[in-house]
């Protein structure tokens, strides 16, 4: 039995790990965990209290795979509802879809009765607010010009939380949510709801989830990559090292080239990397009295 998460995610390891210890599955276990982080609003890139769009809206996107089968169920640019990690659970055990978006994500989500939520904090409405009052004279009326300053900022664009599990009875399952860049364009989808791009799991092999400009990984199918390299025998670390370092190909500047990914394999072995020296990952087996933060390997792509 094991949890691995974002840093972020501590929270929700520690928030779930009794009744994971008494027989919750992999999958739900990742959609409470990923509940407790969609509910935390000092965490401005998850769920309520996510920064906003370009309009001032939080748009919100959401992954879900159990590995047995590579069931997955997404959503994108989802509006007003508390646990998007929930709508796209449904969208994969109800809907005959994997991914849906938008206004039809909204009537989804209705339809399946989730509870609606008013996500747009107080905290994260000022931050919005002193984004604007901070762009050069001259841009207040040209929006692309507007949209394309204001998402620069790598503090701004790669807050995401991921959940990897593997369950008592051997079964794993992966969760991803976020609300995104903030001052992001209307509509814009990350990886996160990408299956292949931002979350992949496939209980031969493993599970891996990815933070950080998430339109990299979209180009270069990171979790898929991370996965692929675990069926051909490379540790966790390994296979996320050669996955990021793939990323240098795609000939974007040092400042985009940001990139963090957690590691399951199918034997329980885990890791994180990032680009980031200090980032690290949180995690938790049965040896574990609380969750422990491990710093991630170290990739440089420049």
């Known amino acids: 039995m094991i949890l691995v998460s974002s840093a972020n995610g501590s929270i929700g390891i520690d928030g779930v790990w009794s009744e994971f210890q008494n027989g919750l599955d992999a999958l739900t276990a990742v959609e409470r965990a990923t509940w407790i982080v969609e509910d935390n609003v000092e965490d401005n890139s998850v769920g309520t209290g996510g920064l906003p769009n370009l309009d001032g809206e939080v748009e919100l996107d959401a992954s879900i795979m159990e590995g047995s089968k590579r069931r997955a169920g997404a959503v994108a640019g989802l509006k007003g509802f508390r646990h998007p990690i929930s709508v796209a659970r449904a969208v994969m055990e109800i809907s005959p879809h994997v991914l849906l978006v938008g206004d039809g994500a909204a009537r989804f989500a209705k339809e399946v009765g989730a509870e609606p939520g008013d996500l747009l904090t107080e905290k994260a409405s000022l931050i919005w607010e002193k984004g604007l009052e901070s762009l050069p004279e001259g841009l207040s009326g040209e929006i692309l010009k507007k949209a394309q300053a204001l998402t620069q900022d790598p503090e701004k664009a790669v807050g995401t939380v991921n959940f990897l599990s593997i369950d008592s009875q051997g079964a794993m399952a992966s969760a991803v949510s976020t609300s995104g860049w903030a001052w992001k364009w209307p509509g814009r989808a990350g990886d996160s709801p990408v299956v292949g791009a931002g979350n992949y799991c496939d209980a031969r092999f493993g599970a891996a989830a990815c933070t950080g400009f998430g339109e990299l990984s979209i180009r270069a199918s990171?979790?898929?990559?991370?996965?692929?390299?675990?069926?051909?025998?490379?540790?966790?670390?390994?296979?996320?090292?050669?996955?990021?370092?793939?990323?240098?190909?795609?000939?974007?500047?040092?400042?985009?080239?940001?990139?963090?990914?957690?590691?399951?394999?199918?034997?329980?072995?885990?890791?994180?990397?990032?680009?980031?020296?200090?980032?690290?990952?949180?995690?938790?087996?049965?040896?574990c009295k609380t969750t422990v933060l491990t710093k991630r390997t170290h990739v440089a792509l420049y």
């Open 222 to 287: 990171t979790a898929r990559t991370v996965v692929n390299y675990l069926s051909q025998g490379a540790t966790p670390e390994e296979a996320g090292v050669q996955a990021l370092l793939d990323l240098k190909h795609l000939d974007e500047p040092p400042e985009k080239l940001i990139m963090h990914t957690v590691i399951l394999s199918s034997d329980g072995t885990h890791g994180g990397v990032s680009t980031d020296p200090n980032a690290t990952y949180a995690w938790r087996d049965e040896t």
